[in-house]
């Protein structure tokens, strides 16, 4: 099964700093297609998750561009350039695979 | 605008059985996969089922075979599911996710709490 760890559990930062966090498989996730279906969701205080990233790196409708994704392989990284109080959530990567869906535990981003 | 809008959820005892639905709008229904999808602080986000846009092919995580039901009505929009013999653990928020373009997930909606206890 695929299991995704997600690092740091917490991580304070500074408004208008650079945040990142980071999603590290137990098994490559590139597949025979020649893609990565690796995703990234936010999820606020008291909203459901809303997807901001898939495809590592591709952000999704309306998200802001101070979202990136990358990696390749076990390892992917989601950063915010420059982090606004509304960046205040969980992130979660997660993975499409045969048997459903798999989530990492989640990064918690929080102000300092 | 993509909707998904969970109901059914409620306060159920051990044992028992609740019938979730979700009534899409904003996209065509019936091209699109769908999940369920589970919530606890506990355990985090945890993948419960999915179903293909015709209904033929569905798969269930191990917890809950055997005892939900996943099912689709495609006239009506509306994707359920059927939980029998629910146990404390089912306690969750649960959120009906669309299956994307991609083998992945994109809109989520808002979620439906279940509260198992005795």
């Known amino acids: 099964d695929v299991v995704l760890t997600q690092t740091p559990l917490s991580s304070p930062v500074t408004l208008g700093q650079p945040a990142s966090m980071s999603c590290r498989s137990n098994?490559?996730?590139?597949?025979?297609?020649?893609?990565?279906?690796l995703s990234w969701l936010q999820q606020r205080p008291g909203q459901p998750p809303r997807l901001l990233i898939y495809?590592?790196?591709n952000r999704f409708s309306g998200v802001p561009d101070r979202f990136s994704g990358s990696g390749a392989g076990t390892d992917f990284t989601l950063t915010i350039s420059r982090v606004e109080a509304e960046d205040v959530a969980t992130y979660y990567c997660?993975?499409?695979?045969?048997?459903?869906?798999?989530f990492g535990g989640g990064t918690k981003v929080e102000i300092k | 605008e993509v909707q998904l809008v969970e109901s059914g959820g409620g306060l159920v005892q051990p044992g028992g059985s609740l019938r979730l639905s979700c009534a899409a709008s904003?996209?065509?229904?019936?091209?699109?996969?769908m999940h369920w999808v589970r919530q606890t602080p506990e355990k985090g986000l945890v993948w419960v089922s999915r179903?293909?846009?015709?209904?033929?092919?569905?798969t269930y995580a191990d917890s809950v075979k055997g005892r939900f039901t996943i099912s689709r009505d495609n006239d009506k929009n509306t994707l359920y599911l059927q939980m029998n013999s629910l146990r404390v653990d089912d306690t969750a928020v649960y959120y009906c996710?669309?299956?994307?373009?991609?083998?992945?997930?994109?809109?989520w909606g808002q979620g439906t709490m279940v509260t198992v206890s005795s």
């Open positions: 996710v669309r299956g994307s373009d991609w083998p992945g997930t994109d809109y």
């Open positions: 904003g996209f065509t229904f019936s091209k699109s996969w």
């Open positions: 179903i293909d846009n015709d209904g033929y092919s569905i």
């Open positions: 098994q490559s996730l590139g597949q025979s297609d020649g893609d990565t279906y």
């Open positions: 495809k590592i790196f």
């Open positions: 997660t993975q499409v695979t045969q048997l459903g869906l798999t």
